[in-house]
C-alpha cells in the first residue's frame, strides 16, 4: 500500500497588531456594561425598597393592586407597624386616620367674619343701619318666620375606612381623598343645620331650648350620614346661636323681659309653696291637736264607763245602803266650808219634819279685856 502524502496544515496568520484606541474603547464598553449592570440592581434594589410603608397608632392601610384591594372586608385593612407592598403603578399604599379626630365647621348660617376676628373672638362692627346682605352673610330661617345666625362644630372619625376611600375616591385608582370626604360631611352638616332650624323657633333656638335645638341638629345629622353611608362616627357636636346682629338690643330687651317674667313667676311660686307648705303644717297640727282631744275624751268616757258599771253593781246588791253612802258623800262635799250646819233626820212616821230658824238673831258680843 503506498503511503499517502500527508496535507500541510494551512499557517496561521501572524496577528495583527491592536491599536491603542480600539482598545480604549473595547475597555471602556466593558466599563460602561459594568456600570449599567451595577446601577440596574441598584435601582431595583431602590425600587423594591420604596415598597416599605410604616402605618401609624391612629391610621389604618390598604393595599391596591391593579386597583383592587388586598384582601376582603376587614382582612384588607393593615393595623400599625412595617409593611411593604409592590411600588407604583403595581400597588398603591393607602393611608387612612381612622383614630384621628377630624373637626369641621358650619358657617352656612353665620355672618361674615375675617380670620383675624375668629382668631380674636370679635365681631365685626354694625348697627341697625347695616342691612344683612345674602350673599355674604348666612343665616337660618326658623319655624316662626325668625332669622338668626347658627353655626356647629363637628368632631368626628372614620369608622369605616373601606367606605371612605370607595365611596369618596379621588380618582380611578381609588386614592383616598380626604378633601372629598370633608366636603361630604360638611353638605351633610349644613343641610342637618338648616333642617332643625325649620322646626324651632326663634326663642327655643336662643333661651327656651338650647339643647333641644342641638340634639335635634344631631339626630338629623346622624340619619344622613348613615342614609348616604359617610363611614364615619360622631364624637362631639356643637351648636351656637345668635340673634341678627342689627336687632341684637331689641332681643336683648326681650330677654330680660322673659328674666323678669320668669323671676317674677319665680317668687310667686315661692309665695305660694310657702303658703301652702304654712296651711298644711297648721292643718296638721289641727288634726293632730284633734286627734289627740278625741283620744283622751275617748279614754275619760271609757273610764267614767268602767266607774259607773262598778257602782251599777253596787247600786243593784243594796240600793238604800247605796244611796245613804251616796248623800252622805254628797253632804260632806257640800258641807265642807259652811259654818253652821244643821241636819234634819225623817221622821218614823215617815212626815216632814218643820224647821225654823232666827235669822235675825243677836251677833255675839265681844269680850274686851277689862271683862266689861
Known sequence: MADRPVPESPEVPPPRPVDAGSQALEEALHSSFAIVRFLMVVLVVVFLASGFYIVGPQERGLILRLGRPVGEGEAALLGPGLHWSFPYPIDEFIRVPITEIQTLRSTIGWYAVTPEQEAAGTDPPVDSRTPLIPGVDGYLLTADGNIIHSRAILRYRFEDPLQCIFGFSGGTNGTFDLAGVSNAVLNTLNQALVHAAARFSVDDILTRNVLGFQEEVLRRFTALAQERNLGIAVEQLQVESRPPRQLKQAFDQVVQAALRRSQVLNEALSYANQTTNRALSEAAALVSR?????????????????????????????????????VAETMARVFTNVQDKFFLPERADGRTRELRLLLNREPPKLETPSGR
Do not use: H, I, S, V
Open 290 to 326: 284633734a286627734q289627740a282631744e278625741t283620744t283622751r275624751y275617748l279614754e275619760t268616757l271609757a273610764a267614767e264607763a268602767r266607774r259607773f258599771e262598778g257602782l251599777l253593781a253596787q247600786f243593784e246588791r243594796n240600793p238604800d245602803l247605796y244611796m245613804q253612802q251616796r
